[in-house]
């Protein structure tokens, strides 16, 4: 804990705000996340239109941001990062606030879409960082923004339980909207707004991670990788309890655990994994990438063989430390490859890129297991897998080539 705190403070304290910042207003959104079955089904006037609502339900918010995200980012280079940031939990918090009192599964559904689609928080949070920090440690800054996030996560979910134990679904929801919307206002008046140039970087003899903008960095082949391994990691989004429940008869307290081990495993490696990459050649840092992406294809393809919930619960642990060296690694890699004033556009883009894979996954994921059953879901999360493998292993050939050779934009 102790070093955890040393490492935030290492950032300044306008990064420990914003940190604070992520984790409330992520957590105020994970409040409803765990729940929204219950409420669909209560709406729901039959079977089809709740199995539809229920997938909508999450992947509208994904489809808003994935549409509006590129977008917002470029408002952001244009008006600043901050604002966008106020703009968001805004956003956030009337559709929250809206949402409340719907008692309609497709008032629920538009209203969801036109949450994600005003919402784009993460990025513009994500451009402020590497402002506010002078565009150093972008991993460290990455992984830690990453942590609030999922941190914030569980920590909603549990308070959502607690609200919804003692109270209607509608309290979850008035309260997720009034904590954005306090956000907001501690984001306006307390976030001061940065500098709009930031030193640049003299880049030396190899390309590293923290780096500045190099034009032989390959852009598209790391928004590529990083989609390949958002799609693979939510394919089991939807069926992940169903599973737990047919495979080993767990209970659901036992099956929430289960779940919650990934964020925690993510929580625990990704601080390790970007200090490991800190100030890392590209080939070094895409090296390791592959390794990661065959490391998560053994542990997904063991947690599909194993009829011990033990072992299942330990591979799914280390699944999650495994991805705290992905996402956060490839966002600092390609903040890294682009220029000072172009920061808001780049993670714009990169943040509509992992909304659209991650809706891809969690279409699979359905389509998979409604058509071949539930046990078809790790194999088909080990085979996505090997695709990354195979893409990371490209950008690693790539990446060691000649300066100006096997460019990649």
């Not at 909207?177 to 001061?192: M, Q, R, Y």
């Not at 008869?249 to 081990?261: E, N, P, Q, R």
């Not at 992905?326 to 903040?335: M, N, Q, R, Y």
Request: aromatic share 10%.
């Amino acid at each position: 804990m102790t070093s955890a705190v040393t490492a935030l403070r290492g950032f300044g304290p306008i990064f420990l705000l914003l940190f604070g910042l992520q984790f409330a207003s992520m957590g105020a959104m994970e409040m409803s996340g765990p729940f929204w079955p219950i409420q669909i089904k209560a709406l729901s006037t039959s079977e089809g239109i709740f199995s539809l609502a229920g997938i909508g339900v999450y992947v509208c918010p994904m489809l808003g941001i994935s549409l509006t995200s590129a977008f917002w980012g470029r408002m952001g280079d244009r008006h600043g990062n901050r604002l966008m940031m106020v703009r968001a939990l805004i956003g956030l918090a009337v559709t929250q606030l809206l949402v409340a009192f719907a008692q309609d599964v497709w008032t629920i559904l538009a209203l969801r879409f036109l949450q994600g689609a005003c919402a784009g928080y993460i990025a513009p949070a994500q451009a402020y960082g590497v402002q506010i920090t002078g565009g150093r440690d972008r991993a460290g800054l990455f992984a830690w923004l990453q942590v609030a996030t999922n941190v914030g996560s569980l920590g909603g979910a549990f308070l959502g339980g607690l609200i919804l134990d003692a109270l209607p679904f509608t309290a979850v929801n008035l309260t997720a909207g009034v904590i954005c919307g306090f956000c907001a206002v501690i984001a306006w008046f307390s976030l001061p707004a940065p500098s709009s140039r930031l030193e640049t970087l003299q880049p030396p003899k190899e390309r590293t991670i923290s780096q500045g903008p190099q034009t032989d960095t390959p852009v598209s082949g790391l928004l590529a990788l990083m989609g390949m391994l958002l799609a693979s990691r939510m394919v089991l989004q939807v069926p992940f309890s169903l599973y737990m429940t047919e495979v080993f008869g767990a209970h659901h307290a036992m099956a929430g655990l289960s779940y919650g081990l990934l964020a925690l495993g993510f929580v625990v490696g990704a601080p390790i994994w970007a200090r490991f990459f800190e100030g890392r050649a590209l080939s070094h840092v895409l090296g390791w990438s592959a390794l990661i992406s065959a490391a998560c294809l053994i542990a997904t393809g063991l947690a599909g063989l194993t009829s011990s919930i033990g072992l299942f619960m330990t591979l799914y642990f280390v699944w999650g430390a495994l991805l705290g060296g992905t996402t956060p690694v490839l966002l600092a890699l390609i903040s890294a490859a682009t220029r000072n004033d172009q920061q808001g556009s780049a993670l714009g883009l990169a943040q509509t890129c992992q909304q659209g894979a991650s809706v891809a996954g969690i279409i699979a994921g359905v389509i998979a297991t409604q058509c071949l059953g539930l046990k078809a879901a790790f194999p088909l999360v080990a085979s996505l897998y090997g695709v990354s493998l195979l893409v990371a292993v490209g950008l690693w050939l790539k990446s060691r080539q000649p300066i100006g050779k096997g460019v990649l934009l």
